[in-house]
């Protein structure tokens, strides 16, 4: 199977119940958002921690990363299965941590969309143990992502439209298991026992869809990644275009 037609068939099999997001991943146009600042001071973490160290589930139900005061607040809207997103972890999450979040200017928060059927039990997963997890399992997994994509080639089309016409309540298990997300979350401290249990839990999974959808519609999310910055939606989505306008807020 060609990457082309396994991305078609994963949008394709998207159409089915468990996967109840709009957003499709996109790529940066390359518009600035002419955000511009005074430089901000660095602000003094807890005594005995970093700011990357500290984590709160926000009311919205995003992970926040960081001073929950910060003065420049980034939002990412982003997919597990979203490539971009992958490319954007890959390329700036190191250098967001060290240079902006510990220096208590800026706070990120994730907020996780549904953009096909791969997402559910990805998403399920990644949430399944503390909250403190979920940044840095995100991305991990962004990191392993090509390893998805290349355990579905090899399954073949067969097995994947085959989980389609399972009960619902079997579906995320049984991508987990095709896809190698079990084993990969196992390594990381997600036992059998209790990834089995997250990945039946219809309630939390009703939970992760309506949050999507919600972020979908109040936010305009058309794609993924998007990112808000202190409430104003910007017009770019790759690490190169997003941290200039961090700087341009005052986080230098």
Not at 32 to 54: D, F, M, Q, R, Y
Not at 158 to 176: D, F, G, H, M
Not at 189 to 215: F, N, P, V
Request: proline share 5%; glycine share 6%.
């Amino acid at each position: 199977m060609t990457a082309i037609a396994l991305r078609r068939l994963v949008l394709a099999a998207s159409i089915a119940p468990l996967a109840l997001g709009l957003a499709a991943c996109k790529k940066d146009d390359a518009k600035t958002a002419n955000l511009s600042g005074a430089p901000i001071a660095k602000i003094a973490a807890p005594a005995g921690k970093a700011w990357s160290e500290v984590v709160a589930v926000t009311p919205e139900g995003g992970y926040l990363v960081g001073n929950p005061q910060a003065p420049i607040k980034l939002v990412e809207f982003g997919a597990l299965s979203c490539s971009h997103c992958a490319e954007f972890s890959e390329k700036g999450s190191g250098e967001m941590k060290a240079n902006f979040i510990d220096s208590g200017r800026v706070s990120y928060e994730l907020r996780l969309m549904l953009n096909n059927v791969l997402d559910m039990p990805a998403a399920m997963l990644t949430t399944c143990g503390s909250p403190d997890a979920v940044v840095p399992l995100a991305d991990q997994f962004w990191a392993w992502q090509k390893t998805m994509f290349d355990n579905l080639k090899a399954a073949g089309e067969n097995k994947l439209n085959a989980i389609n016409q399972l009960p619902r309540q079997q579906q995320a298990a049984a991508t987990a298991s095709l896809t190698g997300m079990d084993q990969f979350f196992s390594a990381r401290g997600i036992a059998k026992d209790q990834a089995s249990t997250c990945l039946a839990d219809t309630a939390r999974a009703e939970k992760l869809a309506k949050a999507a959808s919600d972020y979908a519609s109040t936010y305009q999310i058309e794609g993924t990644p998007t990112f808000y910055v202190n409430g104003k939606k910007l017009e770019v989505n790759t690490w190169e275009t997003v941290k200039p306008q961090l700087e341009q807020m005052g986080a230098r």
